[in-house]
């Protein structure tokens, strides 16, 4: 047991690098974390986008049955081609979306000092300046550089999860579009 009095007991310190170390890689987790899901739904994009190619041209030979009918088959087909082009727009918005989110986000290097840290920075200066650099950082610039990174990756992972959300919502929409789509030219099919 200690004697001293609890005022004279030292407080642990904080080593700030390690924490700014750890929550760097934990902010750059979440921005790798967003890149793999958009790439996992641009697959499922893609798939939905074949899907509706190939089913294209069965539509064509129903599109052409609807004209010889006229009034219902006029509205049969306005409501065919509405949810065909609804359906292909919502999945092409929804993969520009998600190409949005996997697009790299590069800083403008010349409105910032040069940083130790920021690859695009450390490209943009001769490799002598990059070495008296390392050579002359104290550990509260370190710390000062590694919290600039994590909070200009953080608004980069937020705005990628911002923009998945939206590419998710896209993407069901156009899933759902897809859906009547398709439903309409199957009973269409029996229909007519």
Same mark, same amino acid.
């Given at each position: 047991?200690?004697?001293?009095?609890?005022?004279?007991?030292?407080?642990?310190?904080?080593?700030?690098?390690?924490?700014?170390?750890?929550?760097?890689?934990?902010?750059?987790?979440?921005?790798?974390?967003?890149?793999?899901?958009?790439?996992?739904?641009?697959?499922? #994009? %893609?798939?939905? /986008?074949? +899907?509706?190619?190939?089913?294209?041209?069965?539509? &064509? $030979?129903? *599109?052409?049955?609807?004209?010889?009918?006229?009034?219902? #088959? %006029?509205?049969? /087909?306005? +409501?065919?081609?509405?949810?065909?082009?609804?359906? &292909? $727009?919502? *999945?092409?918005?929804?993969?520009?979306?998600?190409?949005?989110?996997?697009?790299?986000?590069?800083?403008?290097?010349?409105?910032?000092?040069?940083?130790?840290?920021?690859?695009?920075?450390?490209?943009?200066?001769?490799?002598?300046?990059?070495?008296?650099?390392?050579?002359?950082?104290?550990?509260?610039?370190?710390?000062?550089?590694?919290?600039?990174?994590?909070?200009?990756?953080?608004?980069?992972?937020?705005?990628?999860?911002?923009?998945?959300?939206?590419?998710?919502?896209?993407?069901?929409?156009?899933?759902?579009?897809?859906?009547?789509?398709?439903?309409?030219?199957?009973?269409?099919?029996?229909?007519?």
């Amino acid at each position: 047991m200690s004697t001293q009095a609890p005022e004279q007991l030292e407080k642990p310190t904080l080593n700030r690098l390690a924490v700014c170390e750890y929550q760097l890689r934990m902010t750059l987790e979440f921005v790798q974390m967003a890149d793999r899901k958009a790439r996992f739904l641009m697959r499922i #994009g %893609l798939g939905l /986008f074949g +899907a509706t190619f190939i089913g294209l041209p069965p539509t &064509i $030979g129903v *599109l052409k049955g609807y004209l010889d009918q006229g009034g219902s #088959g %006029l509205a049969a /087909f306005s +409501a065919v081609v509405a949810m065909y082009a609804i359906c &292909i $727009g919502c *999945l092409t918005v929804a993969m520009m979306k998600m190409i949005s989110v996997v697009r790299p986000r590069i800083l403008n290097h010349e409105q910032a000092a040069p940083s130790p840290f920021f690859f695009q920075s450390i490209a943009h200066m001769p490799m002598d300046q990059y070495k008296a650099m390392m050579e002359n950082l104290e550990p509260d610039d370190a710390v000062d550089e590694l919290t600039t990174m994590i909070y200009h990756n953080s608004v980069v992972a937020d705005a990628k999860f911002r923009k998945l959300d939206q590419a998710i919502r896209w993407l069901l929409g156009g899933g759902l579009f897809g859906f009547v789509f398709a439903l309409l030219v199957i009973v269409s099919v029996r229909m007519f």
